[in-house]
């Protein structure tokens, strides 16, 4: 509020400037109205500047200096040439605009390698300022999971949802799909959930990059731009922004290093839920949605069995668990079908809830054997 006071104090100041000096012998009206323009540009361009790192507001200044200074040079070279006066003060005039304008873009742009943390002093507070940014991807947001890891306190620091993001986000929920619509606003419910939180540092930035089109690429820019890590799901983002030397951290990488570790030997019990594509192989899933695919047990579908771990095939899309069940090792297969007969007439088939596979009753605890 004090902010915006601030704002309109400053354009009704440069509107009634110009309305007493009438620069350019302008009438009373478009005096008026020209400082109004003038003091909405100001503003315009301190909305901009506050977004703008230190380096690069050190590297515009340096830079606008050394234009103006290289332009006021060139103009006493050109004061002692044979120009006339009119033509002479209007290359004055560009020279000095035009030097300017490339000394505070180049400035600006060279700023970013400046060492503030050399300088000491007033700039030690940037020192650590851009390592607790994370950029959140539109996947990861529509994928709901960050909303837990966030509640969980395994982030801290800031995170950024960009206006670009958002409106992609928008364009989802708004799509004829309905498939597509649902995931759009389950995105925009979880980015709200994530924003309540107290612990958690959201903030919805503007920044944006006009000449790149593709979103991917626009958040490749703006962690550079921000020192940042992308937090995302997407693979294909994953391996460009490590391309591009851009920290990501992936949900599903996450997600696979917390799976529960089985070793080869180890015995568990899960529920056969459907036959493999092998002869006489059974499947079974974990909790976490993990395939176990299970030798001689395609006789056993829709009972809870015992199983040998064979081996574990670690994978980039996750990891499978091969197992062999013996019907002399844990006791009579009669009793195991009692067992199960009983446990699912008392609770009967539930649904997956990690998988949202049909029919399958969740198992107890690590899968261990209890015989």
Known sequence: ???????????????????????????????????????????????????SSLKRLIGAVVGSLVGILCAYLIALVLSGTNIEP???????????????????????????????????GLFGAERSA???????????????????????????????????????????????DSLKRNRGRRGLDILQRIQKMPHVDTQIVE????????????????????????????????????????????INQLANALKPIVLPGEAMRVFILKEGKEHSQGVAYLDDGTMVVVDNARRMISRTINITVTSVLQTTAGKMIFGRYDAESGGS??????????????????RH???????????????????
């Open 207 to 250: 920044d944006d990059f006009p000449h790149v089109p593709d979103v991917d690429m626009k958040l490749i820019e703006l962690a550079k731009r921000y020192q940042a890590k992308i937090v995302t799901n997407d693979f294909n983002l994953n391996k460009v922004a490590q391309l591009q030397k851009v920290q990501v951290l992936n």
């Open 353 to 371: 809830q990690g998988g949202g596979r049909p029919g399958q009753q969740r198992p107890q605890g690590r899968y261990r054997s209890v015989d």
């Open 86 to 120: 009119r033509s002479q003060s209007f290359l004055q005039v560009a020279l000095l605009l035009i030097l300017t304008y490339l000394g505070m873009v180049i400035g600006a742009k060279k700023g970013d390698l400046l060492n503030l943390q050399a300088m000491g």
């Open 130 to 176: 851009p390592r607790d940014i994370k950029v959140l991807d539109t996947s990861v947001i529509i994928d709901g999971r960050i909303a837990d890891i966030c509640e969980a306190g395994f982030l801290d620091g800031t995170l950024l949802a960009p206006q670009f993001m958002l409106r992609e986000l928008q364009q989802i929920a708004d799509s004829a």
């Open 1 to 51: 509020m004090d902010l915006t006071i601030l704002r309109m104090t400053f354009i009704l100041l440069t509107t009634a400037a110009t309305n007493h000096f009438r620069p350019f012998h302008l009438p009373q009206l478009y005096a008026v109205l020209f400082g109004v323009l003038l003091g909405l540009m100001g503003v315009l361009f301190e909305m901009r500047l506050r977004r």
């Open 333 to 350: 297969e009669r009793e195991r079908g009692r067992y199960s007969n009983q446990s699912m007439a008392a609770n009967g088939p539930t």
